[in-house]
């Protein structure tokens, strides 16, 4: 069996390099949208690059139909994800239009239609479709503006009819079930991953793609699963500072105190201020003396307050997540 070592500079989840192929894509976008197009030489590929927006982009963003749809890949509830949506649309325009300085101009510029869809597979139960509204977030009701992002469930479970008109995605959501399966009876990450590869390649899933980049899909799965389990180590951590602190300043500040002036805050803040540095994750890692993937991840979120890193707002999106 492959030993799996995770490298910390693939950008890419197994989501996003699966649906950046226009064949798989076009057949995400038939079985969301109840069509039957077969034309995916007309779809085009526009997901921005980390790069450029320091990871401030959603998954995969496609042109088709006359419409720039986006999908976003989500294993945790966030009900901000319509402002994100509007965030990455603002952003894919942009790159779109080109020069800024046609929107000064007066003839109308034509854009695509929006779509932005979520698609959900973590633990907590959630309906097989939702749509959340911007609206629900403005101080006061503004009526004529608003913006959505539509949730759609794809844990194996769920919208098993959609699902099934995708095969690639259907493919995804039992091998991410799989992973879970045996991560519950014990196995490590590590085994699990390669357990999970292995029987979905037995089951007739995702043949010729796992075959052809085994290696590198289980190195984007164990990225995936090493920032989910982060967050759910560093929600721990909080609940534990919390309690200690609220037995000396009470119950209601110990969970927001805790977290704070923890530990991982003080982690945070030493990152950001080596971020600022131009220090890597990597050399981050050595002088900090802390794992890696920790690292990688938290180096992940601050990347997107840059130039400034203010650790305080890393940290608040940490908590969110």
Known sequence: MEEVKVRNDIANSLFCDLFSDPKR???????????????????????????????????????????????????????????????????????????????????????????????????????????????????????????????????????????????????????????????????????????AVEWCISQGYLIDYLRKKRMEAKQMIMLDIDEEAYMEALKEDAREEGLAQGIAQGIAQGIEQGISQGKEHLLVEQICKKIRKGKTAEQISEELEEDVSRVAFVYKIASKYAPDFDSEKVIEALNKK
Request: with cysteine.
């Open 25 to 195: 894509a076009l057949s995400l976008y038939n079985a969301i949208n109840g069509t039957s197009y077969e034309n995916y030489d007309d779809l085009q590929i526009v997901t921005l690059s980390d790069v450029m927006f320091l990871h401030k982009r959603n998954d995969v963003s496609i042109l088709f139909d006359s419409r720039l749809t986006l999908w976003e890949h989500q294993s945790s509830v966030n009900p901000n994800m319509p402002l994100r949506g509007l965030q990455y649309f603002s952003r894919n325009i942009d790159g779109i239009i080109g020069d800024p300085k046609k929107i000064h101009r007066k003839n109308l510029i034509n854009i695509p239609a929006p779509a932005y869809y979520v698609l959900y597979n973590g633990r907590e139960e959630q309906p097989e479709r939702s749509v959340l509204k911007l609206s629900d977030a403005f101080e006061i009701p503004v009526p004529g503006y608003e913006w959505t992002a539509t949730v759609i469930n794809i844990n194996s479970d769920k919208n098993r009819e959609l699902l099934a008109k995708c095969p690639e995605l259907k493919a995804y959501a039992m091998l991410v079930g799989k992973i879970r399966e045996l991560a519950d009876k014990g196995e490590s990450r590590e085994k699990a991953v390669d357990s």
